[in-house]
């Protein structure tokens, strides 16, 4: 029987091929109560099995060297979370107080900090939840002395090529594997845009679908399905005619990814002359020989968080240094703008506080980027020594999240003087002239950008989170991302006025958000006078493609005209013929 699945397309492309289903162990766990002379042996048994993995994960380590960067960087955090006495030290303390087994202890602790990820308002730092999930399971898995990494059912005639992995969700450990292997691609129950499973499938540039909930328990092994990155969509046992359709679709995607690549070394510009820079997002140094390989003119937006996750303590100023400047090397003189760690501010909630205490608030809304970083002077201290440092060895720029206010510029530039003043006094050297730039990504700043062209050097605009705040819309709730709409007439009124605006000050500005990835919107940016576009590496050349077949003189009256519509169907209908 044919049927369809649903969910989200994190890396495009088509594949066709038969299922691999992977088994994953239960974390649904007995209750045992031990006498108290057995005690002190369970602790141990749960150190030796935290032990046991953490080996597992060093020799995972050793041996990605020739993996995607980003896998190798998502075992350091699996590591990290092991070594993290949240994880594994409050287990103990239940194995002891309760006098229950180890994996009744390891699970409740798990459900605690992941009630606790849940609560972030950064998508990246919510994802983290499925880490730590990974990480335990790994860990009752040696417990239940079922050590490695789920396994993979797959039938020996079967060519890899043709192998669609099928699984509830996949850890670094799992896909580790796939390094040496040449899988079609891989669909998951959970996971989201910013998973690590969506970041290696980029990386792979393998097609992927995420988030499908139900696929694993519905999907048998062998069947035959097409994974639609594009679309997020998953067909199961297609007809001949739908098989028919996607198997030349795939062979066009295929032609038109071979005459992309020979884009790479072309001059970025219109046909009538005007150049483009397409700059590359990143959120990890080991990022940099794909955003170049890719094309990459600069870094666009170097997301710090990563440096911040899964941590007990703060990252020093030497370990950010080392970072930084593995970025700023690595891009051999081609600019590098560095924001500032976007992190929420629900950390100052406690776990144990009750629906009766306060009313829970919306993270989104609270003490987050900018906001916490000059509520935390030290901190902020730290991170921007660290980045003035980096910045004697090429061009860096200094980015800030989530401005909204006149004094929080005033105050991050002061914080700047300070952090410079500092090193000056030690002699350390570093760019005087380090140009400092700030998101606008809340329609607030988006309305009153005069407030930061005045102050600041360059702009960049944030399409992702402009969108949420200014259709009030939560990307990562099901139930309303359908809301989600960059075509939505007060969208492209805030997008048009803040570049018009930049463009009339001569202050730099430019998109990083997913709008500037998307091929279908580069016309419209470029009509509304954009000319500094930052994306995942992976979409570049796309972006470059529409780019080289683009006349400014003709398309900045047409989009002039489009921005006047405010329905939404006749928008998509402009912009269809934009892209004619």
Request: with cysteine; hydrophobic share 45%.
């Amino acid at each position: 029987m044919s049927f369809i699945l649903h969910g989200l397309g994190v890396s495009t492309g088509i594949a066709i091929g038969r299922a691999m289903l992977m088994s994953h162990a239960t974390l649904e766990v007995s209750h045992l109560t031990l006498a108290p002379r057995l005690v002190d042996k369970e602790i141990a048994r749960f150190d030796a099995a935290v032990a046991a993995v953490k080996q597992e994960l060093v020799q995972m380590r050793e041996h990605a060297e020739h993996a995607p960067a980003e896998l190798g960087a998502f075992i350091d955090i699996h590591t990290m979370f092991l070594e993290d006495n949240e994880l594994v030290g409050k287990p103990r303390e239940i194995i002891r107080e309760r006098r229950c087994n180890a994996e009744w202890a390891l699970v409740q602790q798990m459900e605690h900090l992941v009630g606790q990820f849940e609560e972030f308002d950064d998508p990246y730092l919510r994802e983290r939840r499925f880490d730590v999930i990974q990480v335990v399971e790994r860990v009752i898995k040696e417990l239940l002395g079922h050590p490695g990494r789920a396994s993979l059912k797959a039938g020996k005639q079967t060519k890899e090529e043709s192998l669609i992995v099928v699984a509830h969700d996949l850890s670094p450990a799992d896909t580790i594997a796939f390094k040496d292997h040449r899988f079609a691609s891989f669909i998951t129950d959970v996971g989201g845009a910013t998973s690590h499973t969506a970041i290696l499938a980029r990386s792979m540039a393998i097609p992927a679908v995420l988030g499908l909930e139900n696929a694993r328990a519905l999907i048998r092994d062998g069947e035959q399905l097409i994974v639609d990155g594009l679309r997020g969509v998953v067909i199961v046992n297609p007809d001949a005619r739908v098989l028919d359709e996607y198997r030349l679709r795939a062979e066009q995607i295929e032609l038109e990814r071979t005459k992309l690549r020979q884009l790479r070394s072309a001059s970025t510009q219109t046909i009538d002359g005007v150049e483009i820079a397409l700059h590359a997002n990143i959120e990890l140094p080991g990022d940099v020989p794909d955003a170049l390989d890719d094309g990459a003119e600069g870094i666009g937006l170097f997301r710090t968080e990563f440096l911040f996750l899964n941590r007990g303590d703060m990252p020093d100023e030497q370990e950010q240094f080392e970072a930084y400047k593995k970025v700023v090397k690595g891009m051999a003189g081609r600019p590098v703008t560095i924001r500032t760690f976007d992190l929420g501010a629900d950390k100052d909630l406690k776990p144990e506080a009750t629906a009766g205490d306060r009313v829970k608030t919306n993270p989104a809304l609270g003490r987050r980027a900018i906001r916490l970083s000059l509520a935390e002077p030290k901190m902020f201290q730290t991170q921007l020594r660290a980045i003035l440092r980096a910045s004697r060895f090429g061009p860096i720029k200094l980015l800030i999240p989530m401005l909204a206010h006149a004094h929080e510029i005033d105050q991050t530039l002061a914080a700047v003087e300070q952090a410079k003043s500092s090193l000056r006094g030690e002699k350390i050297a570093f760019d005087e002239h380090i140009q400092i730039g700030g998101m606008i990504e809340i329609p607030a700043a988006a309305l009153a950008v005069g407030i930061f062209l005045r102050r600041l050097d360059f702009l960049s605009i944030g399409t992702n989170d402009l969108i949420q705040y200014t259709l009030a819309i939560d990307r990562s709730d099901e139930q309303v991302a359908a809301l989600y709409d960059p075509l939505h007439p007060a969208v492209l009124m805030l997008l048009a006025h803040t570049i018009s605006s930049a463009e009339k000050a001569g202050v730099p500005v430019s998109v990083c958000g997913e709008m500037a990835g998307d091929p279908k919107l580069t016309r419209l940016l470029l009509g509304m006078g954009l000319r500094i576009f930052s994306m995942h590496p992976s979409q570049i050349l796309k972006v470059k493609s529409r780019v080289l077949k683009s006349e400014l003189a003709e398309l900045a009256p047409n989009v002039r005209k489009m921005l006047r519509l405010d329905e939404p169907a006749r928008l998509r209908e402009a912009l269809e013929k934009l892209n004619a």
